[in-house]
C-alpha cells in the first residue's frame, strides 16, 4: 500500500495492562503490538491461549482503551463513532437470552444498531438466510445446536452491513462439519470484500482461510506476513498414509 493511504485496521505499539485482583499485580496482556492490514484481507491472530488475542480484537473493537500505542479503523481510533460503525464483533463467547427465537435476537441487535425498522427486517432475513440459519428462525434459542448458536453469532456481527468483521474464536467448541461452515462464511465474506480480522489457536484453518497471520506469544508479536511467507519458514514433514475418508482427514486437520 502507498505510503499515507489509510489502513483499514492500524495497531500501533498498542499495550494492554491489566491489574488482576484487589490491589494485584499487574498483567501485561499486549505489548508494542504494530500491525497493519489493508481493506479487504483476511487477517488470522494466532496464539496459544491466554497470548492475548482477544484483548487485542477488543481493542480493536472499542471494549477497552489501550493502555499504550494506538488501536486504528480505517484511520479513525477504535471506540470513536466512526470507527465503531464500520466494525461487527462477534465476542469469543456470546450470551444469548435463550427463551427468544433467533429472528427476535437480531431484532433485538438490529434494535441497538442504527438499523431502522424499515432497514432492519430485509437484513434479518438476508443474514439468517446467509447462515442457513431460515427454518430455524422461529425456534427459541434454547433448542440450537452450539454450531447454530455460532452462525447466529456472525449473523449479528454483519447485520448492519460492516466493512470489518472482527472474530473471536469462531470455530471454537465446533464439530468438523460446524468449522467447516463458519470458514465457508468468512470465505464468502472476503468475497464480498470485507476485511476480517478472526483470532484461533488452529493453524490449519488460518492458513485455508487467510490472506495474512499475525503469531502471537506472550502477548508479543512473533511473527506477521502473508500466508506464503509466514508458512515458508515453518519446518514441514509430508506424511504419507493410505486413502483416508473425508471425516478423519477434517479430524487430522483439526488437530493441526
Ligand atoms: N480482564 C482481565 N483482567 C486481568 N487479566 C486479564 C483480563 N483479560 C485477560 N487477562 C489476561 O491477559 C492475558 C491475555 O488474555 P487474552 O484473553 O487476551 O488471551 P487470548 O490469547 O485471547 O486467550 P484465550 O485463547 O484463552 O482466549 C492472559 O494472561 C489473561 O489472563
Redesign the pocket.
Same mark, same amino acid.
Given at each position: 500500500m502507498r505510503s499515507g493511504a489509510t489502513w483499514a485496521v492500524e495497531l500501533d505499539g498498542f499495550g494492554k495492562t491489566?491489574?488482576?485482583g484487589w490491589g494485584g499485580r499487574t +498483567?501485561h496482556? +499486549?505489548e508494542t503490538l504494530s500491525l497493519r492490514l489493508p481493506a479487504g484481507q483476511v487477517l488470522g491472530l494466532l =496464539?496459544?491461549?491466554? *497470548? =492475548?488475542? *482477544? #484483548? #487485542?480484537l477488543k481493542a480493536l473493537a472499542g471494549l477497552l482503551q489501550p493502555s499504550a500505542g494506538s488501536c486504528r479503523i480505517f484511520g479513525e481510533p477504535a471506540g470513536s463513532d466512526a470507527a465503531r460503525a464500520r466494525i461487527g464483533y462477534l465476542p /469469543?463467547s456470546v450470551r444469548f437470552a435463550t427463551h427468544q427465537t433467533g429472528r427476535e435476537f437480531l431484532r433485538y441487535c438490529a434494535g441497538l444498531s442504527s438499523l431502522t425498522d424499515v432497514q432492519a427486517e430485509p437484513r434479518i432475513e438476508a443474514v439468517l438466510a446467509w447462515t442457513g440459519l431460515g427454518d430455524a428462525a422461529g425456534r427459541r434459542i434454547a433448542s440450537y445446536s452450539k454450531g447454530m448458536r455460532q452462525r447466529l453469532g456472525l449473523a449479528q456481527a454483519v447485520l448492519h452491513e460492516p466493512q470489518i468483521v472482527l472474530l473471536d /474464536?469462531p470455530t471454537s467448541g465446533l464439530d468438523p462439519e460446524g468449522r467447516l461452515a463458519v470458514v465457508r462464511l468468512i470465505r464468502e465474506l472476503a468475497a464480498q470484500g470485507r476485511t476480517v480480522v478472526f #483470532?484461533s489457536?488452529l493453524l490449519a484453518q488460518a492458513e485455508d482461510v487467510c490472506d495474512r497471520l499475525a503469531m502471537?506469544g506472550k502477548?508479543r508479536l512473533l511473527a506477521s506476513g502473508t500466508v506464503g511467507e509466514l508458512l515458508g519458514t515453518f519446518e514441514r514433514a509430508p506424511v504419507a498414509t493410505s486413502r483416508l475418508e473425508k471425516i478423519y482427514l477434517e479430524r487430522l486437520h483439526a488437530l493441526s
Open positions: 491489566y491489574r488482576a +498483567v496482556a +499486549v =496464539g496459544p491461549n491466554g *497470548s =492475548g488475542k *482477544s #484483548t #487485542t /469469543e /474464536e #483470532t489457536h502471537l502477548g
